[in-house]
């Protein structure tokens, strides 16, 4: 019994095999995601699989383990998948990611009259579409770092088999946004809106669009797949926004942290950036089952220190409930409620609160792997 690597361009694939036999595999995407302003170097698991016959023998945990392993080795700071239910906790997985469904009527939706126009998506606009998205979600945990060198196109919608179709918004020459939406789905699926700067005018303009498209479809509701706090979200609450906001239990967008030194170093400048305003000075110890991590801070200053001796405050925390913290997917008030997190003294709550504020977590439909 032996896993064997085989690499290809950003992805490693796993393979266990039995007698010779291929049983069980699956494939290490290497990606830059994004934690606040800082970017990690993230490992996401896909392609989870094993031969029907083979089934039930422990395989897939093997190459699960394994591949914690090879992360590990190969410097990846935290690793994300999205998985079947109650499967997926037992590698230190905890969920990371909420869904955010938005609904719209077409017919509350304005017929606005501007100097924009659209045109489908093409290569030619492939630099002015990235540098809006990477300007847009600059400071939005979760998102993917997509690059001139490896990012081409949409390359699936809302589903795995779906595909997404693609419009830009141009002022003139210069696009100005993008609507990203499933092809031919019903009702109407928006997976991904772009804009350079928010303003009325535009975001008027990209729900007109919207709207004609829908009515192209004869959709009358139109869904939006986009994180409620985005300035465009919040533009469509004038026109009877519903929103839902799900948090799946041990399912679906799913994170750990892989190397905890690593993590947090790069995170340094993020975490330094939340203290501003703070009035508060000491070590803060966090001791988890992977490792442990301690930071010297006063006031807004924040340096990781190697050495966890005179904290003022310890958390004893699972790493993957840390994750949570660090994704802003739960609170601290929140996470200090569970039996297996402990913090020693209560007056560091508050600056627990400024480090690892809940926030609105997103993974681009698109780039989901």
Same mark, same amino acid.
């Given at each position: 019994?032996?896993?064997?690597?085989?690499?290809?361009?950003?992805?490693?694939?796993?393979?266990?095999?039995?007698?010779?036999?291929?049983?069980?595999?699956?494939?290490?995407?290497?990606?830059?995601?994004? !934690?606040?302003?800082?970017?990690?170097?993230?490992?996401?698991?896909?392609?989870?699989?094993?031969?029907?016959?083979?089934?039930?023998?422990?395989?897939?945990?093997?190459?699960? +383990? %394994?591949?914690?392993?090879?992360?590990?080795?190969?410097?990846?700071?935290?690793?994300?998948?999205? =998985?079947?239910?109650?499967?997926?906790?037992?590698?230190? %997985?905890?969920?990371?990611?909420? %869904?955010?469904?938005?609904?719209?009527?077409?017919?509350?939706?304005?017929?606005?009259?501007?100097?924009?126009?659209?045109?489908?998506?093409?290569?030619?606009?492939?630099?002015? *579409?990235?540098?809006?998205?990477?300007?847009?979600?600059?400071?939005?945990?979760?998102?993917?770092?997509?690059?001139?060198?490896?990012?081409?196109?949409?390359?699936?919608?809302?589903?795995?088999?779906?595909?997404?179709?693609?419009?830009?918004?141009?002022?003139?020459?210069?696009?100005?946004? %993008?609507?990203?939406?499933?092809?031919?789905?019903?009702?109407?699926? !928006?997976?991904?809106? =772009?804009?350079?700067?928010?303003?009325?005018?535009?975001?008027?303009?990209?729900?007109?669009?919207?709207?004609?498209?829908?009515?192209?479809?004869?959709?009358?509701?139109?869904?939006?797949?986009?994180?409620?706090?985005?300035?465009?979200?919040?533009?469509?609450?004038?026109?009877?926004?519903?929103?839902?906001?799900?948090?799946?239990?041990?399912?679906? =967008?799913?994170?750990?942290?892989?190397?905890?030194?690593?993590?947090?170093?790069?995170?340094?400048?993020?975490?330094? +950036?939340?203290?501003?305003?703070?009035?508060?000075?000491?070590?803060?110890?966090?001791?988890?089952? !992977?490792?442990?991590?301690?930071?010297?801070?006063?006031?807004?200053?924040?340096?990781?220190?190697?050495? *966890?001796? +005179?904290?003022?405050?310890?958390?004893?925390?699972?790493?993957?409930?840390?994750?949570?913290?660090?994704?802003?997917?739960?609170?601290?008030?929140?996470?200090?409620?569970?039996?297996?997190?402990?913090?020693?003294?209560?007056?560091?709550?508050?600056? *627990?609160?400024?480090?690892?504020?809940?926030?609105?977590?997103?993974?681009?439909?698109?780039?989901?792997?």
């Amino acid at each position: 019994m032996e896993i064997k690597k085989a690499r290809q361009e950003r992805a490693t694939k796993l393979t266990l095999f039995v007698g010779g036999e291929p049983v069980s595999h699956l494939w290490v995407i290497d990606y830059k995601m994004r !934690i606040g302003s800082s970017i990690v170097r993230m490992g996401g698991i896909a392609g989870v699989w094993t031969e029907e016959k083979h089934r039930l023998k422990g395989y897939a945990s093997r190459v699960l +383990n %394994y591949s914690l392993e090879f992360m590990r080795e190969e410097g990846y700071d935290v690793s994300l998948l999205f =998985g079947i239910p109650n499967f997926y906790h037992r590698f230190g %997985y905890a969920t990371v990611l909420p %869904y955010y469904t938005a609904q719209l009527e077409t017919e509350h939706l304005p017929s606005f009259q501007s100097r924009f126009k659209a045109e489908p998506f093409g290569p030619k606009f492939r630099g002015p *579409l990235l540098h809006i998205y990477n300007h847009n979600n600059a400071t939005r945990t979760g998102t993917l770092v997509r690059s001139p060198q490896e990012w081409e196109t949409f390359t699936h919608g809302s589903g795995w088999s779906s595909k997404a179709i693609a419009y830009v918004i141009l002022d003139g020459e210069e696009v100005v946004g %993008y609507i990203v939406a499933d092809e031919k789905d019903k009702p109407f699926v !928006i997976i991904e809106v =772009g804009y350079n700067e928010p303003s009325s005018e535009l975001f008027s303009s990209l729900l007109t669009q919207i709207k004609f498209f829908a009515e192209e479809r004869n959709s009358p509701i139109i869904h939006l797949s986009l994180p409620p706090d985005d300035p465009f979200m919040e533009f469509c609450q004038r026109y009877d926004l519903k929103l839902t906001i799900e948090f799946p239990f041990n399912r679906d =967008g799913m994170g750990r942290i892989v190397n905890l030194e690593t993590l947090f170093s790069k995170i340094q400048g993020t975490l330094r +950036n939340r203290l501003l305003g703070n009035n508060l000075g000491g070590k803060l110890a966090i001791r988890t089952d !992977i490792g442990e991590i301690s930071m010297n801070i006063q006031e807004d200053m924040l340096f990781i220190s190697p050495n *966890l001796d +005179n904290s003022t405050w310890v958390l004893t925390i699972p790493q993957n409930k840390l994750m949570q913290l660090i994704m802003g997917y739960r609170s601290v008030d929140d996470i200090l409620l569970d039996e297996d997190v402990h913090l020693n003294n209560s007056q560091g709550i508050p600056l *627990l609160r400024r480090l690892f504020p809940k926030g609105f977590p997103h993974l681009s439909i698109p780039d989901r792997f």
